[in-house]
């Protein structure tokens, strides 16, 4: 019987720009160890389609305050008023933004801080990193018998008998294998870090040099991932942006890059 051609398609993302919904868990925000805010009245809002921001009651900042600085921009989901944060003796500029008459009206009366002007998240008792995960985005790690190859510049980098492929939503399906039928004489460590909401902190970054061309970062390694990715644990991934990636010995086309070149 033969073997069905792997498909390249995958779920899209389908939340509109602007739109909101509650969040059924404690949020909090902390800045030099303190309390910037604690809440359970969060509310998503989706600036922009990939993933929400969380929007936060300016009645439950416990040791932050805001100051006005009187800026109006037009964001994702509407106006809001660009606003200081001062914690302690901490001071972040512009680092949150008080949505302004003309948002979506749950948002009054509610603020939304820039990711990075905080130096801790965390839903209920755990860390959130990069950004909030999506409600309507899974991610499913499924152990699979198709054979993967990889290739690049006409050189074998892998060649698995099986593979554990990892589906994201709004990404290519990843085929993550083990370290075993990798040619780590072919490949050159890399100090590229990155995080991940739903998958946690890689380990390691791959790079490659051939004869014509160095290829930066093309391949990662979570050693201890989220609970919900834990079947890849261990295993390495290629980018099938980068590389020639076949899978039972088709020759998958190379997607467009969905990170614009950012890092997995």
């Known amino acids: 019987m033969a073997i069905a051609i792997e498909s390249v398609l995958h779920p899209g993302l389908i939340v509109p720009i602007g739109h909101v919904e509650p969040v059924p868990r404690r949020i909090r925000g902390l800045v030099g160890g303190r309390v910037v805010f604690d809440t359970r009245r969060a509310l998503y809002v989706w600036e922009w389609q990939a993933y929400p921001q969380f929007s936060i009651p300016v009645e439950d900042l416990v040791d932050g305050l805001l100051r006005d600085d009187d800026h109006t921009e037009q964001l994702g989901a509407g106006p809001a008023r660009r606003h200081t944060l001062q914690v302690g003796s901490e001071v972040r500029a512009g680092a949150a933004w008080v949505w302004d008459e003309g948002a979506p009206e749950p948002l009054h009366d509610t603020v939304r801080?820039?990711?990075?002007?905080?130096?801790?998240?965390?839903?209920?008792?755990?860390?959130?990193?990069?950004?909030?995960?999506?409600?309507?985005?899974?991610?499913?790690?499924?152990?699979?018998?198709?054979?993967?190859?990889?290739?690049?510049?006409?050189?074998?980098?892998?060649?698995?008998?099986?593979?554990?492929?990892?589906?994201?939503?709004?990404?290519?399906?990843?085929?993550?294998?083990?370290?075993?039928?990798?040619?780590?004489?072919?490949?050159?460590?890399?100090?590229?870090?990155?995080?991940?909401?739903?998958?946690?902190?890689?380990?390691?970054?791959?790079?490659?040099?051939?004869?014509?061309?160095?290829?930066?970062?093309?391949?990662?390694?979570?050693?201890?991932?989220?609970?919900?990715?834990?079947?890849?644990?261990?295993?390495?991934?290629?980018?099938?942006?980068?590389?020639?990636?076949?899978?039972?010995?088709?020759?998958?086309?190379?997607?467009?890059?969905?990170t614009g070149g950012a890092a997995e």
């Not at 290519?172 to 890399?190: A, C, K, M, Q």
């Not at 261990?234 to 980068?242: I, K, P, Q, R, V």
């Open 113 to 258: 801080f820039e990711w990075d002007a905080l130096d801790s998240w965390f839903e209920e008792d755990e860390p959130v990193f990069v950004h909030p995960r999506s409600p309507y985005s899974r991610v499913d790690a499924l152990r699979s018998s198709s054979a993967i190859r990889v290739e690049l510049d006409g050189v074998l980098l892998a060649e698995a008998p099986q593979c554990v492929k990892l589906f994201e939503t709004g990404l290519p399906t990843r085929y993550y294998l083990d370290g075993t039928h990798i040619d780590w004489t072919r490949l050159r460590h890399s100090d590229t870090v990155t995080r991940c909401p739903y998958k946690g902190t890689t380990s390691s970054y791959w790079s490659f040099d051939s004869d014509t061309a160095s290829h930066e970062d093309i391949a990662w390694t979570y050693d201890f991932p989220t609970v919900e990715a834990n079947r890849i644990a261990g295993l390495t991934a290629f980018y099938n942006e980068h590389v020639d990636l076949y899978v039972d010995g088709t020759l998958l086309p190379r997607p467009t890059d969905p």
